[in-house]
């Protein structure tokens, strides 16, 4: 990557564009795809494949459905091979009802993303056009009017009135005016008046800049890197998890006291064991998944039909179900 241009605000336009492989007139088609293929994608995330399974199994994780994966497994030791094949039954209706309607979001959500793609005008051949953000490449000139998105970190050749929105990196609420020239390579990040990150828009003006820095490379990229959060937890999926491990507490002190009673009453140990085993297994809610799905997927019906897509069932709560 253009390690060499770790900083770039302090260097003359000329000397950057040499260190980029780039021209005043843009890039060839055929330096572009070098480019491309030397940088990579234009994009904070690498494109992931088919997940498919792992979204399958997070459909189990929940302790309530370990609870009753545990159940039919007791079943099957107990020798009551029908109570396990209606357990194990409804947990996989349940947890394929979920990833059915997760994975079709997913599929929906990704269609509806390649329709509002985001675009670049670049100059490639000599001439301006329209390229997707994620085939832009170090070493593309950028021209920029108003309303426009930065596509990657890019050092200003020529600007009029041009004005950028860095609230998103810089927290700055108000727009700050950009100008093309040479800075001191201590500038600070809120100050650096002659570079365009990734991740802000113009506001007015317009403007013409090289990309030098794209992707993972870019300061947006950098802060993007280093947060990485998991998807919160919604407060219907917390109490969920809260509940099934109340009840594998209380089945757990039920069954050992229940098994200590037994044995104290001088019962055999042995059919006081399958005693506690089969009140476990008569303890856990069977049902309970699979009601829960199918109140959710009936939410995200209704969701739909209002033209809202639900990428997760569990955010149903959160609108209100009882709003539908």
């Known amino acids: 990557m253009n390690s060499q241009l770790s900083t ?23 330096d572009a795809q070098q480019h491309l293929s030397e940088y990579g994608a234009n994009s904070l995330k690498q494109k992931q494949q088919s997940n498919s399974l792992t979204l399958l199994l997070n459909q189990f994780k929940s302790p309530i459905i370990l609870i009753l994966i545990f159940a039919a497994v007791l079943s099957i030791f107990l020798k009551d091979a029908a109570d396990a094949i209606i357990i194990l039954a409804i947990v996989l209706i349940s947890g394929l009802l ?16 390649a329709l509002v793609q985001v675009k670049a005008t670049v100059l490639r051949d000599g001439k301006s056009q329209e390229i997707p953000n994620e085939e832009v490449v170090p070493g593309d000139i950028v021209l920029l009017n108003a309303g426009d998105s930065i596509p ?21 609420t108000y727009p700050a005016d950009k100008l093309s020239g040479v800075l001191p390579a201590e500038t600070d990040l809120g100050k650096r008046i002659n570079i365009l990150y ?24 950098k802060v993007s890197e280093r947060l990485k959060l998991r998807p919160p937890e919604t407060e219907f ?36 064991f399958l005693f506690s085993l089969a009140l476990a297994v008569g303890l856990t809610p069977q049902l309970l998944p699979a009601i829960v799905s199918l109140n959710l997927s009936r939410g995200a019906k209704q969701m ?12 149903i709560e959160l609108v209100g179900l009882w709003n539908l």
């Open 152 to 172: 990657g970190d890019c050092l200003i050749l020529e600007s009029k009135d041009l004005s950028v929105n860095e609230a998103a990196l810089t927290g700055e």
């Open 304 to 315: 739909a039909k209002k033209q809202v897509i639900v990428k997760r069932l569990a955010a």
């Open 237 to 272: 999926e917390a109490g969920l998890t809260k509940f099934g491990y109340f009840l594998m507490e209380v089945t757990l002190i039920l069954v050992v006291l229940i098994f200590a009673a037994n044995v104290y009453l001088k019962r055999p140990v042995l059919e006081s």
């Open 8 to 30: 770039f605000w302090n260097l003359p336009a000329d000397r950057v564009l040499t260190q980029v492989k780039s021209t005043p007139a843009g890039l060839s088609s055929q």
């Open 198 to 221: 990734m991740g802000t828009n113009v506001i007015s003006g317009t403007g013409k800049a090289v990309v030098v820095h794209t992707g993972k490379e870019t300061e947006f990229g």
């Open 98 to 113: 979920g990833f059915w309607q997760e994975r079709g979001a997913t599929n929906a959500v990704e269609k509806l993303l």
